[in-house]
């Protein structure tokens, strides 16, 4: 990220528990304490409602390659499938209880990670029914979708890659996995862990460790295709921030491959966090 300036403010109804962006320029923000989904329209700002979903929607995922939006609620049973066009939606329910989300890049399914049964379920987006199950050996708590129809979960400290309902480790992060999000173009995953970022290429090699700082724990990660010196080759351990907040050595650095990703950590669940007051979002340019 070079620059980030506020373009403009848009108040919202309520606060906001998650967000996320499909194919196409509509912004989906899930409400929790309405139930409901707010469907945001930048042409003219306008927002708009979802009726209510079956709970307090607090988990979203979309992927611009694909026009619908999942929702859930963490630590329920239930899911949606939401076309942010029509403001409709249909729900199914899974066993166990969810606790993240991903969209598939190539359209047409979802993933979501459950508790409990601790496993990783494939959902067809068409229907909502299940093309496979993957179980885990322990509760999941991230998860990101990988680009060749598999998806990558988080065990504590380790990322388990889970495909055609198996699951087999893949890499391993400084401590434990907050949140899981792979690069537009595929070629890395990014876990945020502690007070750092490390990114990690598709083959599960870790090549760079972002120190952010105590004061600066990431809530949520969002792949951003555009060049970015964050998943560069190197020696693995540089820094791209100090840890006071300022730009650090690898800051300056020309951006390189891969050739369509930055990450920015953005507000995401931590928007209906009760300590937060007001309910507005801000629009950034990165």
Known sequence: IETISVAKRIAVPANVGALADARGDLLAIA???????????????????????????????????????VAAEHGASWVAIVDPSTRAFTKTTLTGKVVALAVDPAGGFAYVATMGTNQVVKLALADGSVAWRAPLAEAPVALSAGRDGGAFVSLGRHIVEVADGTASRWASAAAEIV??????????????????????????????????????VPAALAPVPRPSSIAGGGSGSGSGAASGGGAGPAASSA???????????????????????????????V
């Open 179 to 216: 949140e899981l999000a792979r690069s537009d173009d595929g070629g890395a995953v990014y876990a945020a862990s502690g007070d750092v970022v490390q990114a990690f290429t598709g083959r599960g090699i870790l090549t760079k460790t972002v120190q952010l700082g105590a004061d600066a």
């Open 255 to 285: 951006p390189h491959a891969p050739s369509t990703d930055t990450i920015a950590d953005v507000v995401g669940r931590v928007a209906g966090l009760p300590w937060l007051a007001g309910a507005a979002i801000t629009a950034l340019v």
């Open 31 to 69: 409400y929790p304490s309405t139930k409901t989904i707010g469907i945001l329209d930048p042409s003219g700002d306008t927002l708009s409602e979802t009726a209510a979903l079956p709970g307090a929607v607090d988990l979203l995922a979309g992927d611009r390659h694909e026009t619908r939006i």
